[in-house]
């Protein structure tokens, strides 16, 4: 029997080995059982009820996602974190294997009831059913969420707009005498938090300002905090395809005042560039963003500009024709009045035959020599009215194209000045 025993020490040792990496096990399922036994989520856990429960919240922005101006949303994905204490689920951690934090399913303990009070469509994020607890009873909830969000969003510095959209969570039931909320980190590290931001899509994320705050309401104080995320538009490749062309387009029309009024190839250019306006604000309304509050200034510019261009066109087209109908008119009564002279003439010629034919040759000459003299006379001063009147409506369409010349410089300098201070306020 003696050489049996090294088989049997071996057999127990490695029998021993085997159970050895599990001997957490035990420890944890006694722990979670122990925890969970008499626990009861419906009920606020602290031992005196008089205790508010604080919870500890944190943000951290991730993306922006979209931004509707035209339904006034807000698309952001957050990474959000809320910290509790639970009087209920603490233990000795020297009693259990030196377990200092297990996990535990959310749906089996109380949680508190936070919600985003500017959300305007279903939240939306991935499913994560357990939370960390520690020893001391401090639990820890982390989940990412797509938050659609009503937001105040000004269009009209566009693309040099910047939006402040805010972000308020609170309890919907519990006041602040039951639950309070605090910051898990201190304002300024919100504040200058930016390492989690995708910085490759259309926004930049300037700053994410937190405040503390107590709503007064005829339900109870309610405690709210409330995430200020300050974004801004990366405006290049609008400047490239908006801004650029619109200028070009301005000056092209500017160019057009310095043909002759008069002139048929100002009409035909001026309504060219008018198509071209035209095509242009249809490929600038895509792109542009809508909204019912306010209305982008490069579209006001752009419309104004448009209101000029016709203002000058439809000038341009009654100019000529007044002073077309004006020409007929004149030559019409030029050649009434030449043949009115001729023919009143002739019967007077004949009545003098009729009573000395002697005397008639001569005297006849000299008569439509004078009526000749006279018709042409009567001519020359018709056109010279003519003249004058076209001189006088040329002087006045000097004048207003002159101010309609002045008014675009005034307008092309109020835009490239309005540009230049949004792009500094922008940049700074």
């Known amino acids: 029997m003696a050489p049996l025993w090294p088989f049997v020490l071996a057999a127990t040792s490695g029998i021993l080995a085997i159970d050895r990496p599990h001997s957490r096990s035990p420890a944890l399922h006694h722990l979670t059982k122990q925890l969970l036994q008499t626990y009861r989520k419906e009920v606020r856990p602290v031992h005196n009820w008089t205790q508010a429960t604080t919870v500890y919240l944190d943000v951290s922005v991730h993306a922006v996602l979209d931004v509707d101006t035209q339904n006034q949303k807000l698309k ?17 951690s020297s009693m259990f294997d030196e377990i200092r934090e297990i996990s535990l399913p959310l749906s089996v303990i109380w949680a508190p009831d936070i919600i985003i009070n500017e959300y305007v469509d279903i939240e939306r994020s991935p499913d994560l ?5 520690n020893s001391s009873g401090t639990i820890k909830h982390s989940k990412p969420i797509q938050v659609v969000s009503a937001c105040n969003l000004e269009t009209y510095a566009f693309p040099f707009d910047v939006q402040n959209c805010s972000l308020t969570f609170s309890s919907i039931l519990h006041t602040v005498e039951d639950v309070d909320l605090a910051f898990l980190r201190s304002t300024e590290d919100i504040t200058h938090d930016r390492k989690a931001f995708l910085n490759d899509s259309e926004w930049e994320l300037l700053s994410v300002s937190s405040t503390y705050r107590i709503l007064q309401n005829s339900a109870g104080d309610f405690a709210q905090i409330q995430f200020n995320v300050v974004i801004r538009r990366h405006p290049l490749v609008y400047v490239v395809s908006l801004l650029i062309p619109s200028i070009f387009l301005m000056l092209v029309d500017l160019g057009s005042f310095y043909l002759p009024p008069t002139c048929q190839a100002r009409i035909l250019f001026k309504t060219s560039v008018l198509v071209g306006y035209t095509v242009f604000r249809v490929n600038m309304s895509d792109e542009v963003p809508r909204s019912a509050g306010s209305t982008p200034l490069i579209g006001v510019f752009f419309t104004v500009c448009m209101a000029f261009l016709v203002l000058s066109l439809s000038k341009s087209i009654l100019l000529v024709k007044f002073l077309y109908d004006e020409q007929c008119s004149q030559q019409e009564q030029t050649l009434l009045c030449l043949r009115g002279d001729t023919e009143t003439d002739q019967p007077q010629g004949v009545a003098e035959s009729s009573i000395c034919q002697e005397y008639q040759a001569p005297s006849g000459t000299l008569m439509e020599v004078w009526s000749q003299l006279r018709s042409i006379g009567s001519y020359f001063q018709t056109q010279d009215q003519v003249d004058r009147q076209e001189l006088g409506w040329l002087a006045l369409l000097e004048r207003f194209d002159r101010l309609l010349f002045q008014s675009y410089l005034v307008v092309l300098g109020l835009y490239a000045i309005t540009l230049s201070s949004l792009w500094v306020s922008w940049s700074g």
């Open 129 to 133: 059913p357990y939370v960390y607890v």
């Open 76 to 92: 952001t994905s957050i990474w959000y974190r809320e910290v509790w204490d639970d009087e209920f689920l603490s233990w000795n």
